[in-house]
């Protein structure tokens, strides 16, 4: 079945250095990918999506590159800013006759001075 | 950007209690789902609905009935609360009606504590 891995819990990082967090999918078929971010007591948002034309999406300097042939959306940043510290939520959705939006369970980005 | 709000955002129940939790959405989205929110498992979708009237099981459905009595509306139905319902439910709507690239606009929260 469909399903998002995010294999760290917890990311800790000194401000300005690049952060890399990631995401592995299983799908039945060709899903979209997306990244949520969720800042301390808030609701998530939508902080980027994988577009149909291989585009690489960019948002707030985070970009991802969904790559197919490792079933993978990998969350990048070059300097990772205070403000940066958030809960990260990989998602994927997909439509093959019934819809289908799974999400990660979320990784903890933690930016320290 | 897509309104969403929820209410309670903050309810006390007890154990055997009925709760409802309600979702409005004003943008006029087709997708509507409620999940929980809880520390290592991220969010899991209860129960989702591709319009008025009709309601579909997610992930973790057992305890929980859904009700979608309009375009706007989203209610979640605890009939028989525990304790292991304690967490933080978000109703979010999204705005691609059958397509997979539906973003999902979400609402503030509500806390729940069943005693």
């Known amino acids: 079945g469909d399903s998002v891995t995010q294999t760290e819990g917890l990311v800790t990082l000194t401000e300005g250095l690049p952060v890399m967090l990631n995401c592995t999918y299983q799908?039945?078929?060709?899903?979209?990918l997306f990244w949520y971010v969720q800042h301390l007591n808030e609701a998530p948002k939508l902080l980027l999506k994988s577009f149909t034309d291989n585009k690489r999406p960019e948002h707030q300097g985070f970009h991802a590159t969904l790559h197919k042939s490792s079933s993978s959306f990998h969350l990048q940043k070059s300097s990772a800013q205070l403000s940066d510290s958030a809960l990260y939520y990989c998602a994927l959705s997909e439509y093959t006759g019934n819809y289908k939006y799974v999400f990660g369970a979320g990784t903890r980005l933690k930016v320290i001075a | 950007e897509a309104a969403v709000t929820q209410s309670p955002r903050n309810k006390v129940a007890v154990t055997g209690g009925k709760v409802t939790l309600s979702c409005n959405q004003t943008?006029?989205?087709?997708?509507m789902y409620w999940y929980r929110q809880d520390t290592g498992h991220g969010l899991r979708l209860i129960h989702y609905?591709?319009?008025?009237?009709?309601?579909e099981k997610g992930d973790i459905p057992d305890g929980y009935k859904a009700s979608r009595p309009s375009q706007e509306n989203f209610s979640l139905i605890l009939e028989l609360a525990t304790p292991s319902q304690t967490s933080v439910y978000f109703c979010?709507?999204?705005?691609?009606?059958?397509?997979?690239?539906?973003?999902?606009?979400f609402g503030p929260g509500t806390r729940l504590l069943v005693l």
């Open positions: 609905s591709y319009g008025a009237g009709s309601t």
């Open positions: 979010a709507s999204g705005d691609a009606w059958g397509g997979a690239q539906d973003t999902q606009y």
């Open positions: 943008n006029n989205h087709n997708n």
């Open positions: 799908s039945t078929y060709s899903p979209f």
